[in-house]
DNA sequence: TTAGATAGTGTTGAAAGTACACTAAAGGAG
DNA sequence: CTCCTTTAGTGTACTTTCAACACTATCTAA
């Protein structure tokens, strides 16, 4: 028999469940931090884990990224982009879960924090600094969005995303310095960068120590289609495959 | 009350599909070619639409597009990787879906192709006359796949998946022209491909009517971390967000 | 006034990319 | 056999980009 609108049964199907889980830094101190929080049920219970949980019906999966991250955290406004679906069965010993994982980006880690029913801590850590075992397969999935990281800094505009509104050309360069975990050279990254046209002259200047140093701008006007600059040539995105990366 | 593994019920949640989806490519008298399927049944019943279908609870995702792959044309023994998950409400009438691209090519359109009791009909369509609307959201998804496609070209081996085991340079150099849309340079492209050291010699050759042709082959065992070798800079690659592709 | 600190520019040699002319090796027509 | 056509493959010179690093600039503090 043919189906229709009013045959059709969805509930033949066994269904997984859908999860978002999102891998959030920020820069604190001149170093990347990773937001936490502490998981207060079965399973995994005491581990730190990606902040994250079960789809809505009714909400994109965007949304529920941006939903779940400010319930069990209290952030919002960040930066978000999808990362990667995992969905290996038995990564998660309750039912078939299905894992759509975003990665964000936040300007500070001022936001005030606060714990859901489900959590006990949530804590940003410095990357260096993470928890040795998280959660289900969350590692995994966190090595995962620092090779991206990583690898798109260089040829995105992502940094900014990290900065505020104003800024120094050395503080942009300190973030990629960061971030990519080596030193670049000043007078090439000035060069690059003010070629690249992404920058917007502002006639600010901060004072300090030394000579004042001028502030600009992100140009958004030409990121509708977040253009890319490509400020160097070798990504170290070897693999695109998380399944592959180190554990 | 606490939570346990007795105490956990999975049926408290509101359940979403997940179906996967593949968009595979080959190459067919020097041109790409896209697999498509026709619907019997509602929604979308008479459309084409991306092969695929609803994953099982005992596989993985890539086994489920495997899986969905074969039983709904025949094809395997494919190159896969994951592309993207689309999960907007209302993008399936019947109920809310989540959907996991994959992104798939295959060296050849010869295996043989065979219908499902879902589909009318199976074929192979020029990437310039696919037709004009598909099922669902999946021009978005093959806008996207393309991007991508076009995009890993330059910086990985991808196109080696879309050669038979021996071929000549400038086979290769035919594919790269007929994806990215555009004439290379013989003897550029003959000093990059070989300073990538990806090519292993053959002591085959293959006569024509010119001078013949030495054939080579692709080094697999430097591929373990798929690794890469960025034969161009320029990637068209400016938005990693399909959403913001064309429709 | 000058030392120290931070900001920002210029220069030069090396490397890589591009265009295009050239040589090589086959078949086929006369 | 000769030479024209066809396809394969190499060499080279010009241009652009990259990388290292020396240099100049402008402030504070002593």
Do not use: C
């Amino acid at each position: 028999m043919e189906e229709t609108a009013a045959t059709y049964d969805p509930s033949r199907y066994e269904r997984p469940s859908v999860t978002v889980d999102v891998v959030i830094f920020t820069l604190h101190h001149r170093e990347l931090h990773l937001l936490l929080v502490q998981r207060r049920r079965w399973p995994f219970d005491g581990y730190w884990a990606l902040p994250g949980g079960f789809i809505e019906m009714h909400e994109s999966l965007e949304e529920s990224a941006r939903r779940e991250l400010e319930e069990e955290t209290g952030v919002r406004d960040v930066y978000l982009e999808q990362l990667y679906t995992f969905g290996d069965p038995g990564r998660d010993p309750r039912t078939r879960v299905i894992s759509v994982t975003y990665f964000a980006l936040v300007r500070s880690d001022e936001q005030q924090l606060r714990v859901s029913d489900e959590t006990t801590d949530v804590r940003w850590f410095p990357i260096h600094a993470v928890p040795r075992e998280l959660a289900f397969d969350h590692e995994q999935v966190l090595n995962y969005a620092l090779s991206r990281l990583r690898s798109k800094l260089e040829y995105t505009t992502l940094a900014f995303q990290l900065l505020p509104e104003v800024f120094s050309i050395l503080e942009l360069k300190d973030i990629y310095e960061q971030i990519l975990g080596e030193k670049l050279d000043k007078g090439n990254f000035y060069r690059k960068i003010r070629e690249a046209g992404v920058l917007e002259e502002t006639n600010l200047v901060r004072e300090g120590r030394g000579r004042p140093t001028r502030l600009w701008r992100f140009r958004h006007d030409r990121s509708d289609k977040q253009f890319v600059f490509r400020w160097r040539e070798d990504r170290g995105d070897k693999s695109d495959d998380p399944e592959q990366e180190g554990a």
